[in-house]
C-alpha cells in the first residue's frame, strides 16, 4: 500500500516539474517547485513511518521547512520588490518543450535501465527529473527560472537518495543550506542589476 | 433474453437517453449558474422541431453532403452492439472490432462529415479544417490510450478490459490506470466540445463542430445533430464502463438485470456529468490557438502513464 502511494507520489512530482516546463509565468513556477518539495517531503514521511526511521522524519521536516516554505518566499519576495518579473516567459513554445521533456523521459528511462546494475534499481524517476531539471534550466531565460530548475535537481537529488540508498543526514542538511546560500547568492546577485527577464541577452554577442 | 433483444436494447438507449444527458447538463449547469434554465426535455422538442423543418440544400453541395448526416448516424448506431454500454458481455457483433476498431467507425464518422462540409461555405470550411487540425493532434493520445490499455489487460478488447478492471482494484489505483483515465477525459473534453475547447458556440473564433453543421437544415440538421449527442452518449459510457468504473452493468440477460444496468448507466453518466459542470463552471475557455497546448498535455499524461507502467511494473501493490 504504502509502496503504492509513493508510485503515485512519484508520478505526481514527475507532473509537476512538465508543469514547471509548461508555465510559462514565474510566481505559479515558484508555487509548483514548493508543492513539488512538500510531495517529495510525504514521501519522506511515508518511507520514514514504514521504516521506522527518524533521520527521514527530520529530513521531512527541514525539506518543508526549507524548499516549502524558505526559498519560495524568498523568491516571491524578490518578484513583489521588483515590478520587472511580473512578466512571462518570452517565448513559451509549449507543446515543444512538452514533447522534448517526453523524449527525455523516455531517453531516461532506457538509459538507467542501463545504469542500474551500478547505481541501483528504482531510480528511474529521480533521474528522469534530474534531466528535466537540466531541461528547465535550459530552456527558460530568466534567473528566477533558472534558479526554479536548480532546485528541481536538488529535489532530484534527495529523491534519488531517499529511495536508491540512505544518505547519512548530515550530508542531506549540508545541501540544504548551500540551497539556500545559493537561492539568496542568486537573488542579490538579480538585484544589483536591473535586466530582469532578458539578462541573458546580454551575454549573447 | 435472446442477445439479439440486448443489442437492439443497446442501440436503444443510446438512440433515446442521449438528448437527456445533454438536456440535464444544460439544467445542472443553468442551476450552477442561478438561472432557472430549459426543460431537460428541451433536446427531445428541438430535435422534434429540427425534423419539421423544411429541408433546403445549398446549390454548390454535392452528393456526399446529403449522405454524410445519414452515414455518420448510422455509425453511431453500429458503435454501441459492438460497446459495452448496459450489458457487459459481448453482443452477437461485438467480437468483430476491438478498440480501434471502434475508433475506425468513429472516424468513418467524422471523414464524411469533413469532407462533405469542407467547400460548402466559407463557415463549414472553417469547421472542416479546424476538426482536421486540431482531430489530428488529438488522435495520439487517443492511440496512446490505447496502447496503455493493450498493455494493462494484454488485449484491445472492451468487454475484456472492463472485466480485468473491475477484477483488480489494483490496476484502477495504479498511477498507469490513473494517468490514463485524466488523459481519456481530457479527450473526452474535447471530443465532446465542452468547456475549455467549447466548439458548440456560434461564435466564429472558437467555432469546431458547429461550424460544420452551418448549412444544414431540417432532416439533415436533425440526424446531424442527434448524431453528436450519441456520438458524446458512446463516449461517455465508454469512459465510464471501460476506464472509470467499470462496475455496475447488466451481467445476465435477464430483464431485471438489464433495467439495472441501464440505471446504473444513468446515475453514472449523472455523476461524469457533475464533473463535466465542475470544469465548464471553473475552466475558461480556451484561445484556438491554445488547444494544441491543451491536447500536448493529454498527450503527456498518456505518454507518462506507458512510461511509469514500465517503470513500477504497473500494478500497485
Redesign the interface.
Known sequence: MIVSIVHFLGVLILLTAFEILAQSYIRPMINTVALQSILLAIIMILIGLSEKRVDLLILSVLTIAIRGVAIPEVLKKDIRKRGIWIYREVETRVPALVIIGLIISIAGYVIYKELSVFIGRNGDLPFILFLLGFLVIIAKKNALTQMVGYIIEENALLYAGIIISHMPLILEAGVFLDLLALVLAGVILAAEKDYGVLELEELVG | MNLQVVNIIQVLVVATLSPLMAGILKKVEAIVESRKGVSIFQPYYDLAKFFRKELVIPTNAGVVYVLAPIVSFTCYLILPMVLPIVYYNPCPYAPMVDFLGGAFIFGLASFISIIATADVNYYTAIGASRAVTFGSFAEPTLIMVFFGVALITGTNNPFITNHVLARNI?WI???TH??MIAAFFMLLLFDTGKIPIESEGLMEFGMIDEGKTMEYSGLLYALSKWGSYMKSFILMSVFLNVFAFPWGLATNTSMQSIIFGIATLIVKMICLILGFVFVEETFAKLRLFKL??YL??S???A??SI??F???GGV??
Open positions: 489494483q489505483l495504479s498511477p490513473l494517468l494544441i497546448d500536448t498535455i498527450f503527456l499524461l505518454i507518462l512510461i511509469s514500465f517503470i513500477f500497485a501493490y
